[in-house]
């Protein structure tokens, strides 16, 4: 067996954002580089490149994950929402119209990251608590700390959506 | 960061699973979530010559009920094992523990098993696995057997599983009547590993007293390490709050911990008493007789 053939790129299907997906890989491809440099998806963002600052939070089958520390091979069959997948047409989702009403960003490097946690939260919880929310951006770090506008933005998300989840 | 280059196997059984790893011995790790094992390989901690994936396996995620056990599959995720109703209701201890691991997309991809496996001294299932006095089943192409959690955390990041060996199952016993469970946590304020923790198992009589206590400390050494002089110290005695108390006192006594750059020695002897309080604490709350 030949050095090549060990370590052979590996075949996976998967659907982004709604787009069904063919491709080759080599086995080391982190998800999020699959994303932004095979798929060209670059609105999800690599900060800290150790799971840590979840800039680079994608939704994997439903739930938000970082996709730093994720191997675009364990991707295959799976269904991923980006950034770029969240609104609907021209429409934002509720999320992004929350951080652009409330002044939710600064830089914005970590923004993509924190409006894809912020939109599984309200999807499990569509009427969450100060509390509940600063908890579940536990994984998002903002370096500008404008953490105070990005609480307020996803509560304006939530009552925008009147408690009730948006199905996508 | 990138790992070094490696072959990778997306088994579809079990068995495909243990055959790959005979073939390939210890140049192969199994990988689950990831979220321990890709960390460590971007760093170059760790170079598999082949991953194995577990996560197109069926049949190795989920919790059930299992006669007087809960059997956890190995590759159930942490947010699945805090929400789980079973967990909820019989072991709340152990959501309590599954609700603290690292962040919400930690949670959604790391899994139960994958933490086991490796025994992470910081981590936060062995310690609260340890007071639940769970087992872990491990398959091999030879066949199956068990191995209690005090006898499966060897030393740092070493358990007592073979090369061939995969960890396929948690199982929990249920805990008689009238026993609570808890788990109390100092975590590091940045990376959210465990600086400190403690488990807990306590059985109360309806007169009050205990009658069967399991407490563990986290973070004081290699791996989880059972309280044994606190357990003694609470035995027979009236659960109330100067008996808790004392007990809990003892709680380091079994240790000698190391300092590091987060935490000396001594802070980490004293938040193991606070925080076995805090776990007995809540474990005698919840066991309502």
């Known amino acids: 067996m030949t050095a090549e053939s060990e370590y052979a790129a590996v075949p996976i299907k998967l659907t982004v954002n709604g787009v069904k997906h063919e491709a080759v890989v080599e086995p080391r491809t982190l998800l999020v580089y699959f994303l932004r440099e095979q798929l060209a998806l670059t609105g999800t963002h690599v900060g800290c490149d150790t799971s840590q600052c979840g800039a680079c939070t994608i939704h994997l089958n439903g739930r938000a994950v970082k996709s730093c520390t994720i191997l675009a091979v364990q991707a295959n069959g799976k269904d991923i929402t980006t950034i770029e997948g969240l609104a609907r047409g021209d429409a934002f989702h509720p999320v992004q119209e929350g951080f652009r009403e409330k002044h939710g960003l600064q830089c914005g490097y970590c923004t993509p990251g924190m409006i894809m946690t912020a939109a599984h939260l309200l999807e499990t919880n569509p009427d969450p608590s100060e509390e509940e929310i600063k908890h579940a951006l536990e994984g998002n770090l903002c370096r500008c700390t404008g953490y105070v506008n990005i609480v307020e933005s996803v509560k304006w998300a939530a009552q925008k959506m009147g408690g009730k989840n948006v199905s996508r | ?289």
């Open chain 2, 1 to 289: 960061m990138f790992p070094a280059n490696f072959g990778y196997a997306a088994p579809r059984s079990v068995d495909e699973a243990l055959q790959l790893l005979s073939k390939h011995g210890e140049e192969a790790k199994l990988l689950a979530g990831g979220h321990s094992l890709i960390p460590a390989m971007k760093l170059r901690l760790s170079s598999p010559h082949t991953l194995i994936d577990l996560g197109a396996v069926p049949g190795l995620s989920g919790v059930r009920l299992d006669g007087n056990t809960l059997a956890i599959g190995a590759l159930t995720v942490h947010a699945d094992v805090d929400s789980s109703d079973l967990v909820r209701k019989h072991l709340p201890g152990l959501a309590d523990a599954a609700s603290v691991i690292g962040d919400v997309q930690v949670r959604n991809r790391g899994t139960i098993g994958g933490s086991v496996a490796h025994a992470d001294p910081a981590a936060d299932f062995p310690v609260i696995l340890t007071a639940l006095n769970a087992t872990f089943v491990l398959q091999s192409t030879g066949g199956s057997r068990t191995v209690a959690a005090d006898k499966f955390f060897v030393d740092y990041f070493t358990t007592a599983m073979e090369p061939n060996e995969i960890l396929t199952e948690i199982i929990v016993p249920l805990p008689p009547a009238g026993t609570g469970t808890a788990y109390a946590k100092l975590a590091h304020p940045a990376s959210g590993y465990v600086v400190v923790s403690a488990g807990a198992m306590i059985t109360r009589q309806s007169s009050g007293s205990c009658t069967a206590a399991r407490i563990t400390i986290g973070g004081l050494g290699s791996g989880p390490a059972r309280a044994v002089a606190s357990e003694m110290e609470l035995q027979g005695k009236a659960l109330n709050a100067q008996n808790i108390a004392a007990a809990a006192a003892k709680a380091a006594e079994e240790t000698d911990p190391d300092g590091d750059i987060y935490a000396g020695a001594d802070y980490k002897r004293h938040m193991a008493t606070v925080l076995a309080r805090r776990a007995i604490e809540a474990a005698v709350e919840r066991a309502v007789t």
